[in-house]
């Protein structure tokens, strides 16, 4: 039996509880609860009762199915008001002697003490590695003696009030944040390889309403960042050109997008009901494809501008990652490595069984991340506890224990 999670996405476009068993070799997924997103806009919360009525209607899906009254999960954290930066911690090690695990921590506070404005709080602090004695590159020094031990950390800082409306909003909806994670780092947990992770891969996540990038090398994520572009702006669009309403726009999007106009047969055409009362018109779908084309490819023009930023961007030896409910539009894995100029793979999450059908599909990248990573987070006292303060103090076997009550006994 493995540990049993409840992990929420909040999304732009949809709100997704997922209960799962997390397993060594999979994830058994108990119970699924998806609602149409609300309350959401670029990731950051713009209607907190529309919201946490989403939140809680996907909820009680999830809890009906799953036979489990659910009281806290892990939930996933966009938008573009989160910052990252490196730092490194130091500590001396009197006498020569071996690293302990207390050293270590020590050393990623130490790393963890960045001055940052009263405006913002710290989400994550994810060691990245270790010097000892200037020999750096050390993935795991516990034992190695020397006299000074030098952390590296990936810090991650989030806007206070952002965190706190998204808080609010969870809380509403009858359920306690265990812990927020930021979705690229769920993301890349949910469909990197160990061998991408390895050789240097940035996953690149486009959802409707953000573009979540993490930059993973040597095992670890060294970069992040989140751009308030997705595909709303690719259906906002299709809405301005064809004069039709935004689901209209957005069902075109899906049945006959492409995401290249080379790719699609000048000949190709298909039928649509404009605004008002006029005949349905015929639209070239390779017009349709030209539109799309030009907000793709500026999409991954800001995706290369960051990874530029980063200065990480000779270290992608693996190339990018794409994942979210836009790595479904047919065409735009080869946008992506013409404007990216790497080998692009499109990944949705594997090794999911029980009901995991509907789950299998880009979109849902960050939800399954946020299971096997938020316990993952809660088992590591080198991971900073979320911003509520939970983690720190009470032991996992209770917190797990905490997240939900059983409903039915030994049934789900
Ligand atoms: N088959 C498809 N073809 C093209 N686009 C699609 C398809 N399926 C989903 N999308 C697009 O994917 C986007 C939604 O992706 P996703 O579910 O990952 O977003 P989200 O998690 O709700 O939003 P975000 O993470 O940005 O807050 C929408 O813009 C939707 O139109
Ligand atoms: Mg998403």
């Not at 990874?307 to 065409?331: M, N």
């Amino acid at each position: 039996m493995g540990d049993l999670v409840v992990g929420i996405d909040i999304g732009t476009t949809k709100v997704c509880t997922i209960v799962g068993e997390v397993r060594p070799e999979d994830i058994f997924i108990v119970g699924l609860g998806i609602e149409p997103g609300r309350g959401l806009k670029k990731g950051t919360v713009t209607d907190m009762t529309a919201l946490s009525t989403a939140i809680a209607a996907s909820v009680h899906k999830a809890e009906r199915v799953s036979g489990y009254d659910i009281s806290r999960a892990f939930i996933s954290l966009a938008g573009s008001h989160m910052a990252s930066i490196n730092s490194v911690g130091t500590v001396g090690l009197v006498g020569n002697r071996g690293v302990t695990s207390v050293d270590m921590d020590r050393a990623i506070e130490n790393a963890r003490a960045i001055a940052i404005p009263h405006s913002r709080e710290v989400l994550h602090v994810v060691p990245r590695s270790y010097s000892l004695d200037g020999q750096d590159h050390i993935p795991n020094p516990l034992g190695m003696h020397g006299f000074r031990l030098d952390a590296e950390v990936h810090i991650i800082t989030v806007s206070t009030s952002s965190v706190a409306n998204l808080e609010q909003s969870v809380q509403a909806a009858g359920v306690f944040p265990d812990r927020f994670i930021l979705n690229p780092l769920a993301s890349g947990d949910a469909v990197l390889t160990d061998v991408e992770r390895d050789m240097g891969v940035v996953v690149i996540d486009i959802g409707g309403g953000t573009t979540d990038i993490g930059i993973f090398v040597e095992r670890t994520i060294w970069h992040s960042a989140v751009i308030p572009v997705g595909g709303d702006m690719i259906t906002n669009d299709i809405t301005h050109w064809m004069h039709v309403s935004f689901d209209v726009a957005e069902a075109v999007k899906v049945q006959h997008g492409f995401a290249r106009e080379k790719g699609v047969s000048e000949t190709e055409t298909f039928l649509v009901q404009p605004f008002g009362e006029g005949m349905p018109e015929e639209i070239k779908r390779g017009d349709l494809a030209m539109v799309i084309e030009a907000r793709v490819s500026e999409i991954f023009e800001l995706v290369q501008n960051e990874i530029k930023r980063s200065g990480y961007d000779d270290l992608l030896r693996a190339g990018a990652v794409l994942t979210g409910g836009c790595a479904l539009l047919p065409g735009i894995r080869d946008v992506a490595a013409e404007v990216l100029g790497c080998p692009v793979r499109i990944a949705r999450p594997e090794k999911l069984t029980g009901m995991a059908d509907t789950l299998r599909s880009p979109a849902f990248s960050t939800s399954i991340g946020l299971l096997r990573l938020g316990l993952q987070m809660d088992t590591l006292s080198t991971t900073s506890p979320a911003s509520n303060g939970g983690g720190s103090s009470k032991s996992i076997g209770k917190r797990l224990g905490d997240m939900f009550k059983r409903l039915l006994p030994d049934e789900g």
